[in-house]
């Protein structure tokens, strides 16, 4: 059930949210909010994949 929902969660986000590193984003220069989110996506792409 866990692992179902983050493997739902992590299709979601790639179709939602913004891939930074298709647009080369510096991550020295990233701002907060930018940090969160690729800090999200990891969290789910590892839950997903355990």
Request: hydrophobic residues 45%.
């Amino acid at each position: 059930m866990k692992k179902s929902f983050y493997k739902f969660l992590a299709k979601f986000n790639k179709l939602v949210l913004p891939s930074y590193t298709k647009r080369k984003l510096d991550i020295t220069k990233a701002t907060k909010m930018q940090l969160a989110i690729i800090a999200f996506r990891a969290y789910v792409t590892m839950q997903s994949l355990d």
